[in-house]
């Protein structure tokens, strides 16, 4: 057992002690109850218990929480510590109370005369413990018991030194919580003047203090900034014998500096020349002192100095204001790129990364483009070589973005899966924002989907589609690029996706071409139909759709896939939807009114690229806000064209799977459906060669369309089946997982004690009310039979429900 | 500032903790849990910070035990190095080349050490003698009263 000094408490150590030796994880906790148990009577019974023995006590209680146990008493002996005369006991009461308390703890009201009396003592120890607490608690019950006594501690002439540092860093965590608390007036100009202390360790507390107030109020506290400077001179021209103590391993006061470099930093240049002027000297001074050998080998010295001299360099760049300090800190920067340090080229690439945005340096980052480059190929850590991906976003710009979207496709290949999206997303901006040539862009795009189609959200495609309807240069190359690319044997779902759409639109472009002629378009990517989700067959669907009016060659053969059974009786709703309609459409109309419908797409409003917008929201801070920064929402484009008198900004699929077909009547009809439950009908009339003409369609809308998904657990699950008891209808079927979430309703997983089972569940909303439903399917594989249960607070739509899905099946 | 400190050793078992900001016991056990996993699993020459929410995290490992920073924005990466190395030196200095078992056996000191050293999750004393000559302060003061007690005891207060 290790020695103690002060005064060791020898039952805590050896409690300590047996829970080290226990020999499994069981035997611990056997130990740690028997000691609860063990505490819990004697703070119950025992009533003499002295001051020693209660801090044993709560000591032992503070060790089994750090174990990672819940304490649930002991509050009140801390708080009877907490008061105790004696500081030994003291100290462990506000020990527990930091530790265990939370801020809104009603415990806090009992320690706030304690703490009162502490602040008040004549003894620095007490009265910094005190104040330890209060900023350890930091609430607002705190900032108005003290808001009072801490300022008046903290410029009040007979406060002692260390006192002064504790108080200016507790009014610090109060003001945080509570802004009321720092009185204006003639306080701003004392508490600023901390600034010129003579002790350096107020200086260095005031300055984080400080700092909070100028953030919230930087006029009132403007006064601060020739004393930082002056401050800031002094600190950094000493030598490292001046400041003794505060000299961390031959810098001068590390600490302070950055501090003050860090205050600076909320404000523009200083106005006054001559504050101006010496402000950069210091800067210089920082710059000239990286240059000199290094005081010691000893990597805290060379830590210590180069805080300061990031710190210093973050000031240069937030100034933007001296090209000469820009330069000098980006060749700085380059040095770090090649250092030994992983931790300094790390720093060094995130700082050239904000360099790199500035006018006056841009041009100096560039020069590190190749180290850069190695640096994303060859670190041996993840985090680093993300760092070297954002600085080369950063520094490209129109004469470097071939090369650097190359390398950037290069890496993406072997490129850590973590930051596989965020490239992915950053080469699509630069590809687009730097094309003068838009066949670059649509080849850098599509070899993104093949790098790393996996990690190319919708945004990235969408884009693509968008740009090349937007640029008619663009179309006839576009529609070539994707044939080729549909070529390769596997070829991911977003290459289909974007194939699809562009040969809808302009695969007439190169139809003249036998190699590419309407049959083989067709053929090709037909072939990747059956392997695509049902929203990449819708889009084909519509791309087959639009073929039959670009090429009426090959009608007959469109016809007969959306006549095949996976698609007009499909179980996906949208599926079978898009294959009636679209065969219906070209059946009946004339090519003229298939023309019209079928159309090119209209060019898309110009705006924001949809994929800055993704990249901000994923990395707030990160992305420099350089472009236009409006927001917006993605215009989704939608290959048919009557949806193009849709608002287009509000559709952010491209689909527009996400609205439901029959949606438009739901407010008009539901009501009646509850009770009649016959597919409501349209009236349409109208004076055809003068005379009245009346038509009744019946609408496709069954009651299964209004279902609303609900997430249930099998408790309620079986709760509410056994509750809508009254109807149970068995039926036979040969169903599929597919059917029953076409149909509508949430399909549970893992409700049914038998996992063969399927069990649904959905609300069926009304103008007047909700009908809950509730579905039950139970396979019986040896009679090749289903059993469906369907039961819901109302009759009658259990029987429409059952009956539906025997017409489904 | 500082958000937090957590001490652990290279089983993954937590031996300091020291918020600044206030959580939920369950948030604060999450918290301990991810980033313990998460430095635990990385390699000795990888780079000692990392970003983690909108946080950035600094560590090292000084023998069996890692000390984990979690710090803001705008806050110093190497500073934050620095300030746990003071925190070492001054448990060094204090305990008498430190090991694990001293913070084990003696956590309550270590936070004594830690609150002389940061306060509210700033940096409130960087000079090491200042730091020790208080916590020596503090000793005397629990020495006296433990003779004080003593003597109480045997009828001579």
Redesign the interface.
């Known amino acids: 057992?290790?020695a103690?000094?002060?005064?060791g408490m020898r039952g805590l150590?050896v409690f300590?002690s047996d829970i080290?030796n226990c020999k499994s994880k069981e035997a611990e906790i056997k130990r740690i109850n028997k000691e609860l148990a063990n505490i819990r009577s004697k703070f119950k019974g025992d009533r003499t218990l002295d001051g020693?023995q209660k801090k044993k006590y709560v000591?032992k209680l503070?060790?089994i929480f750090?174990?990672?146990h819940?304490i649930d008493f002991g509050h009140m002996e801390a708080v009877n510590l907490l008061s105790s005369n004696?500081?030994?006991e003291k100290?462990?009461g506000y020990?527990f109370i930091s530790?265990l308390v939370?801020?809104n703890s009603d415990l806090i009201k009992l320690i706030i005369q304690s703490i009162k009396n502490d602040l008040s003592s004549r003894n620095p120890?007490h009265v910094?413990l005190a104040?330890?607490c209060i900023?350890?608690?930091?609430?607002k019950d705190m900032a108005e018991a003290f808001g009072y006594d801490i300022p008046k501690l903290l410029v009040s002439g007979d406060t002692m030194d260390?006192v002064k540092?504790?108080a200016a860093?507790?009014l610090?965590?109060l003001f945080a919580t509570y802004p009321e608390i720092i009185p204006g007036g003639e306080w701003t100009s004392r508490i600023i003047h901390l600034l010129n202390d003579q002790h350096?360790?107020v200086v260095?507390?005031a300055a984080?203090l400080i700092e909070a107030l100028v953030k919230h109020n930087p006029e009132e506290y403007k006064g601060c900034i020739s004393l930082a400077v002056s401050r800031l001179s002094r600190t950094v021209t000493s030598s490292y014998t001046d400041l003794?103590?505060?000299t961390?391993y031959f810098v001068p006061?590390?600490?302070l500096s950055?501090k003050l470099l860090?205050l600076l930093q909320n404000y523009p240049p200083p106005e006054d020349p001559g504050v101006r002027g010496r402000l950069n000297e210091c800067l210089e001074t920082i710059l000239n002192k990286a240059q000199e050998p290094p005081k010691s080998k000893k990597v805290?010295h060379s830590?210590?100095k180069?805080?300061v001299l990031?710190?210093a360099i973050s000031l240069i760049i937030h100034n933007d204001s001296e090209p000469n300090l820009l330069v000098r800190a980006c060749n700085q920067l380059g040095q770090f790129l090649s250092n030994r340090e992983?931790?300094l080229?790390?720093?060094a690439l995130e700082s050239m990364c904000l360099l790199a945005n500035s006018e006056f340096s841009h041009e100096a980052v560039k020069k590190h483009q190749e180290v850069v480059i190695l640096s994303m190929k060859m670190e041996?850590?993840v985090?680093?070589r993300q760092r070297a991906v954002d600085l080369l976003y950063a520094m490209c710009d129109k004469t470097n973005s071939e090369e650097i979207v190359q390398e950037m496709l290069n890496y993406l290949e072997t490129a850590d899966y973590s930051i596989r999206e965020e490239m992915v997303l950053k080469v699509a901006i630069l590809a687009e924002k730097y094309a003068t040539d838009y066949s670059w862009y649509v080849d850098v795009i599509l070899n993104l989907i093949r790098i790393a189609g996996d990690y190319v959200s919708e945004e990235v495609w969408y884009r693509v589609i968008q740009i090349v309807i937007n640029r008619d240069d663009v179309q006839g190359y576009a529609a070539k690029t994707v044939f080729e690319a549909l070529q390769a044997p596997a070829c991911h779902e977003n290459m289909v996706k974007v194939g699809g759409y562009i040969l809808g639109e302009f695969g007439n472009l190169i139809a003249g071409d036998q190699r590419s002629a309407p049959s083989v378009q067709f053929q090709l990517l037909h072939s990747k139909y059956h392997l695509c989700s049902s929203m990449t067959r819708a889009l084909l669907l519509s791309t087959y759709v639009k073929f039959v009016n670009l090429f009426p060659e090959i009608k007959g053969i469109i016809q007969n896939v959306f006549n095949q059974d996976s698609n007009i009786r499909s179980a996906d709703a949208e599926l079978q939807q898009r294959a009636s309609e679209y065969l219906q459409l070209s059946n009946i109309v004339t090519t003229d009114v298939l023309a019209t419908v079928l159309e090119e797409m209209p060019a898309f409003p110009e705006r924001e690229s949809s994929i800055l917008a993704l990249l901000k929201r994923k990395k707030p801070?990160r992305v420099p806000d350089t472009l236009e920064g409006k927001e917006e929402k993605i215009a989704a484009p939608s290959p048919i064209n009557s949806s193009q008198h849709v608002n287009n900004t509000a559709a952010t699929d491209l689909l527009g799977l996400s609205t439901p077909p029959t949606s438009v009547n739901t407010s008009s009809n539901s009501n009646d459906l509850v009770d009649v439950l016959d597919a409501p009908s349209i009236a349409i009339s109208f004076t055809y060669n003068n005379l009245l003409q009346k038509l009744f369609v019946k609408l496709p809308l069954t009651i299964n369309k209004f279902f609303e998904p609900t997430e249930m657990n099998g408790e309620s699950f079986f709760a509410r089946w056994k509750n809508l008891g009254r109807s149970s209808q068995p039926m036979d079927a040969a169903s599929t997982r597919t059917k029953l979430l076409g149909f509508g309703m949430q399909l549970l997983d893992g409700i049914d004690p038998n996992p063969d089972n399927y069990v649904c569940a959905g609300i069926i909303h009304t103008r007047t009310q909700q009908i809950g439903c509730l579905l039950r399917l139970e396979p019986n594989k040896q009679a090749q039979m289903y059993r469906l249960t369907v039961r819901s607070s109302k009759e009658s739509v259990s029987v429409e429900v059952c009956e539906l899905l025997v017409d489904q099946f | 500032m500082m958000q937090f400190m957590l001490l652990f050793s290279r089983q993954g078992k937590l031996r300091l903790q020291k918020w600044y900001v206030a959580h939920p016991d369950k948030i604060k056990k999450k918290i301990t849990r991810d980033l313990i996993t998460t430095i635990l699993a990385r390699k000795p020459k990888m780079c000692s910070f990392l970003e983690w929410k909108d946080l950035k995290i600094v560590y090292k490992r000084y023998a069996s035990l890692y000390f984990c920073c979690a710090i803001e924005q705008t806050d110093n990466e190497l500073l934050t190095l620095e300030i746990i190395h003071r925190y070492v030196e001054l448990l060094d200095k204090y305990f008498g080349s430190v090991c694990e078992l001293d913070i084990i056996f003696n956590f309550e000191k270590a936070y004594f050490i830690l609150d002389e050293l940061l306060l509210g999750g700033e940096v409130q004393e960087t000079s090491k003698k200042n730091v020790l000559k208080a916590v020596a302060a503090q000793d005397l003061l629990q020495e006296e009263e433990a003779q004080q007690g003593f003597f109480e005891d045997h009828g001579l207060g």
Request: net charge positive; glycine share 6%.
């Open positions: 057992m290790p103690v000094r002060g005064d150590a300590i080290r020693y000591c503070l060790f750090l174990l990672g819940d004696k500081y030994s100290q462990i020990l530790v939370n801020t120890i910094n104040m330890q900023a350890n608690i930091g609430s260390v540092q504790s860093l507790c610090l965590r350096l360790g260095t507390a984080s003794q103590d505060y961390y006061a590390p600490w950055v860090r805290q830590n210590a180069n805080a990031f710190e992983t931790n080229r790390y720093l041996k850590d985090s680093v801070g």
